[in-house]
């Protein structure tokens, strides 16, 4: 996501960072590229030319004069004001007691049903929550199916009662909740090809009758600046208290992300980041920032993590790596740790300065790790414990066995070694970044 615009706005910071002092002048050069970046990343007009004016102000005051290193200054200006045109603040979903009712609207093919399917997971994973996920959208083909087959595969409850009244279901669905125990309910709503009085009715009727504490509208953020009007049709209406925008990992430019809360004030609460059903992410505007300007997102990868990962495993792991006991058993046990948190390419661009050290770009095949899993997989117990035991006939052995070349065999046990060198380093405090 906004792969290009975060290029060109490192291209143009790394120009200013050598200035010893900033002038009118200098300034120009680097605020015209950067203009230039935001207009080419669908980023409506009005907000490049109010960003593009900030930042000059800010850049020629007094503060940025006196300063040592004024380059530095002036990056964190870009940073300041990108925060600023993402909202500023975290803005975290709604949850009361002793139920929360949410209703998900947007048009069709935005991503609705499954981001509610998404949606009711994190609620599970980060809060604890019971959800209820919904089945109101009644007119469009397979929809009720769609979000019943996400319900099986989440092991998440669907009400639904057919091509009923979308109004009476809702109503039905929240009394259902009541009854049984349910702390989240997540209403599914029909989506059009635009915004039409009848769906807005059916919205509003719906609004009036369970009376929701959020009203999330799921955008697709390839529609660019249009977004900005999509939302304004549906506040006038509705009265929304965030949005979610959705495929942000294929949308490099990122436009709408940069227009949406200057101009709509609405918040941006959630930004789908893959297909996946872990693939939605609370949206936070520094964390954004950060990655857009390759500062990373380290408390993004913790929050990754959490959850996820064995913390009584990571402790012994990490205990044995002191010790330098840890063997191949063990990296077994981490692989499968890793594996969890999904594709690793998606982590090394949360690394800060990924980009400088060309980690934004890696591709991780996962056979690569499924290959790995079948040799270790392929040895003995005692030789994982003892790898110094593989020697050639049993290195032959074992790629057999795992129908791999020993060639893999070999190098997988040279990386281990080097690994553990690695790691011999961290304990005596010698080990150094080879960057």
Do not use: W
Not at 179 to 188: K, S
Request: overall charge neutral; charged content about 30%.
């Amino acid at each position: 996501m906004f792969e290009s615009l975060g290029d060109r706005l490192q291209s143009a910071l790394n120009k200013i960072k050598g200035y010893g002092k900033i002038t009118e002048d200098n300034i120009g050069e680097v605020t015209r590229e950067i203009r230039l970046a935001l207009l080419e990343a669908d980023v409506n007009y009005k907000v490049v030319k109010e960003f593009i004016n900030n930042v000059k102000e800010k850049a020629l005051g007094e503060e940025v004069k006196k300063s040592l290193k004024p380059g530095e200054v002036f990056v964190k200006i870009v940073k300041d004001e990108l925060i600023s045109l993402l909202g500023k603040e975290d803005e975290p979903l709604i949850v009361v007691k002793p139920m929360t009712i949410l209703m998900m609207a947007g048009l069709q093919g935005s991503g609705k049903t499954t981001t509610t399917g998404k949606l009711a997971l994190f609620l599970r994973k980060k809060y604890g929550l019971k959800p209820l996920m919904v089945a109101c959208d009644v007119y469009r083909p397979a929809a009720i199916d769609q979000l019943k087959q996400l319900g099986k595969e989440l092991n998440i409850e669907v009400y639904s009662e057919g091509k009923g009244n979308p109004v009476q279901i809702a109503k039905n669905a929240v009394d259902y909740a009541k009854e049984n125990g349910y702390n989240y309910v997540l209403i599914d709503t029909a989506g059009r090809l635009h915004i039409d009085e009848d769906l807005m009715k059916e919205l509003q009727d719906i609004n009036d009758v369970v009376n929701p504490n959020e009203i999330l509208l799921v955008i697709d953020s390839m529609t660019g600046q249009d977004a900005v009007n999509v939302i304004t049709g549906f506040n006038d209406k509705l009265p929304l208290t965030g949005a979610v925008l959705t495929k942000l990992d294929g949308d490099t430019k990122g436009g709408a992300a940069l227009s949406i809360r200057h101009l709509t004030n609405i918040p941006i609460k959630f930004i789908g980041v893959s297909e996946k059903m872990d693939g939605l992410e609370a949206f936070s505007p520094e964390r954004m920032a950060n990655r857009i300007l390759d500062m990373g997102d380290l408390m993004g990868m913790i929050e990754k993590a959490e959850g996820l990962l064995d913390d009584e495993e990571a402790i012994k792991a990490a205990s044995k790596m002191q010790k330098g006991k840890f063997d191949l058993e063990d990296f077994l046990v981490q692989l499968n740790q890793i594996k969890k948190l999904g594709p690793l390419e998606n982590l090394l661009k949360m690394i800060p300065g990924a980009k400088k050290m060309g980690l934004n770009n890696v591709s991780i095949d996962p056979k690569q790790m499924a290959h790995i899993e079948a040799i270790i997989l392929s040895m003995t117990k005692e030789e994982r414990k003892n790898p110094d035991l593989l020697k050639a006939s049993r290195k032959r052995r074992v790629a057999k066995g795992c129908g791999r070349s020993v060639e893999e065999v070999n190098r997988l046990l040279k990386q281990f070694d080097q690994m553990k060198v690695m790691m011999k380093q961290m304990k005596n405090g010698n080990f150094k970044m080879p960057f």
